[in-house]
């Protein structure tokens, strides 16, 4: 019993012995590594990354990220490193006690290399976070760039995910290392291909398009297919986005003419200050909001909603204003009116300048309308989809108050016949001014969505005009349906042309077309019927 007393407290002894030498050794190895920092080296840089990054020690994070942001300080005289945190506070990064920066210390140099170094690097860090979308993240970093030191972190990462999400990533990351891997069977380089096939993004592309030509013949053949199925489906997925944004240029059109399609139709006046009111819808927005900003902040999410009857009012009153008191004493003289409102567009904007100045004003987006979300390959955001949503909505009002109300069933009379619709009792007169107030309004609500995708500024509205007489003239004057459907082919078709021809050849075309159909259907797409509109 004495003897194995004996011998076991030796072997304790030596045990703490090998610890008490051990542990110095790995601390002191992680200093080196940290040192290394303050060569001013690229190359002793990236050894000193690396050596972080796979020390295990709690403050590798740390310096990793602060190496990524500039906050990595090196001091040349001392070859000290010191790290300084988000509060502004600075520890040594060897030992992580609390030192002050010196003046001769400088931020930690990195190039091109080491920046894709460094995010490999926090990309492993994180690989193992509780959190599932650091893990995705941390995966997709892996998977740019493919770094085979990762293998086993990925390996151990994908054995116990549950994350569905995640566990895809990690498979991602995995096939990206294996594709570049030396040492990788041919076996596993095909299943590396079959995965990123499956993601067949613009980065699987890229990694694919990487490998080089020295090959095996089987992967090199399963490499150049995979490349091509991948280039016709973001082909097609390409044709979706552009069909897309086609329609949200459209929703847009369409929100700016329909107000100058019923004040064309129903009293043949050329508005050029149609731009005006929806310059003027989006500075009432401006200034709902910062209204809302100074005096309730926790009202900011219902700004839009508030902004949208005022802009209706505030415009709808102008237009009202103006039909009384100048384009009622110049009706049937088309180039007069056209004249008067070209004038009165440049004092709407000069007196917009006079107010609020001539630089753009910020207006918002409320959180519903923040953020995007993707659908295979394209992304949509949030504001575009709400502003095609509102604009469909405003689009169904119209038509129901034009169907179902006695002021729409005198606008429809109005716009077929007018001398019938004044024997019959209607008071054009009335009508005229209404009208021109409804579309006035409607381009005030127009400017509010506007807001959210355009600057704010006096010369808003001469973005939309010319356009929107286009969209007018193409559907058909005075028709909604033709304006709805006339603003969506014009807002694709230009859309699609654009990457073609390019933006202004793209316009020049589509003005070219037009021109050409109306020479053949001079009334539009969808031309009203009635005694007055067939003279």
Same mark, same amino acid.
């Given at each position: ?16 012995? $090998?610890?008490?030498?051990a ?12 040192g290394k920092?303050? #060569? ?6 990236? @050894? ?35 790290? &300084? ?12 006690? *609390? ?11 990195? #190039? ?6 460094? @995010?490999?690097? !926090? ?20 998977f ?10 990925v ?7 549950? #994350? ?11 096939a ?17 291909? *079959? ?22 013949? *089987?992967v ?13 489906? !973001? ?11 086609? $329609? ?7 929100l ?19 731009g ?8 009432? &927005? ?25 802009? %209706? ?9 103006? @039909? ?7 009706y049937?003289? +088309? ?8 004038g009165l ?18 207006? =918002? ?7 995007? %979300? ?10 575009? $989809?709400?502003? $095609? ?6 689009? *169904?009002?119209?038509?129901?108050? !034009?169907?179902? &109300? ?17 024997s019959? =009792? ?10 021109? =107030? ?19 500024? +006096? ?15 193409? =559907?058909?004057?005075? #028709? ?17 042309l ?38």
């Amino acid at each position: 019993m004495p003897a194995n007393v004996f011998f076991r407290l030796r072997a304790l002894a030596l045990s703490i012995a $090998l610890i008490a030498f051990a542990l110095p050794a790995f601390a002191g190895a992680f200093e080196d590594a940290v040192g290394k920092f303050a #060569n001013d080296d690229f190359s002793d840089t990236e @050894e000193a990354i690396g050596a972080v990054a796979t020390s295990g020690n709690p403050l590798a994070f740390a310096i990793i990220s602060a190496l990524q942001d500039g906050r990595l300080t090196a001091d040349p005289d001392s070859k000290k490193v010191y790290l &300084t945190d988000l509060d502004g506070k600075s520890i040594d990064a060897a030992t992580g006690a *609390a030192a002050s920066v010196p003046d001769s210390a400088s931020a930690v140099r990195l #190039n091109n290399r080491l920046r894709r170094t460094v @995010e490999a690097a !926090l990309g492993g860090l994180t690989l193992l976070s509780p959190d599932p979308a650091k893990r995705i993240a941390a995966a997709q970093s892996v998977f740019k760039t493919h770094d085979e030191t990762f293998l086993p972190v990925v390996d151990g990462a994908l054995a116990k995910e549950t #994350n569905k999400a995640a566990k895809l990533a990690f498979s991602e990351a995995r096939a990206a290392i294996l594709l570049f891997k030396s040492d990788a069977t041919d076996v596993e380089k095909l299943e590396a291909i *079959a995965t990123i096939k499956a993601r067949g993004d613009q980065e699987a592309l890229a990694l694919l398009n990487d490998i080089g030509g020295d090959q095996p013949p *089987a992967v090199a053949k399963a490499a150049v297919a995979a490349i091509a199925a991948i280039q016709s489906n !973001l082909s097609l997925w390409s044709a979706v986005q552009n069909a897309w944004y086609g $329609l949200s240029l459209g929703s847009v059109l369409l929100l700016a003419a329909i107000g100058l399609a019923i004040t064309f139709g129903v009293m043949g006046v050329i508005n050029m200050a149609h731009g005006e009111m929806v310059m003027i819808g989006a500075y009432v &927005t401006f200034v709902v909001q910062e209204t809302i900003r100074t005096s309730y902040p926790g009202l900011f999410d219902y700004s839009l909603l508030i902004a949208v009857p005022l802009a %209706f009012l505030v415009a709808g009153g102008i237009g009202v204003l103006i @039909e009384r008191s100048i384009i009622r004493f110049l009706y049937g003289r +088309p180039l007069e009116t056209l004249l008067a409102t070209w004038g009165l567009s440049l004092v709407l904007q000069q007196a917009v300048r006079t107010m609020f100045g001539p630089t753009n004003r910020e207006v =918002g987006n409320p959180s519903w309308m923040s953020g995007a %979300f993707e659908i295979g390959q394209i992304t949509i955001t949030y504001n575009r $989809l709400w502003i $095609l949503c509102f604009t469909l909505a405003v689009f *169904a009002i119209l038509l129901a108050m !034009l169907r179902f &109300t006695a002021l729409g069933l005198e606008m429809r009379a109005v716009t077929q016949n007018r001398r019938m619709a004044a024997s019959m =009792g209607i008071a054009t007169s009335r009508v005229d001014a209404l009208t021109f =107030g409804l579309g006035s309004g409607i381009a005030g609500i127009a400017g509010v969505a506007l807001s959210q995708i355009d600057n704010v500024s +006096p010369n808003l509205g001469q973005s939309y005009i010319i356009d929107s007489f286009m969209v007018v003239v193409f =559907g058909g004057v005075g #028709n909604l349906w033709g304006t709805l459907v006339g603003a969506f082919t014009l807002g694709i078709a230009n859309k699609f042309l654009e990457p073609v021809a390019g933006a202004v050849l793209g316009k020049i075309a589509i003005l070219v077309l037009i021109i050409l159909f109306i020479q053949k259907r001079p009334r539009g797409l969808f031309a009203l019927k009635g005694r007055a509109v067939e003279a």
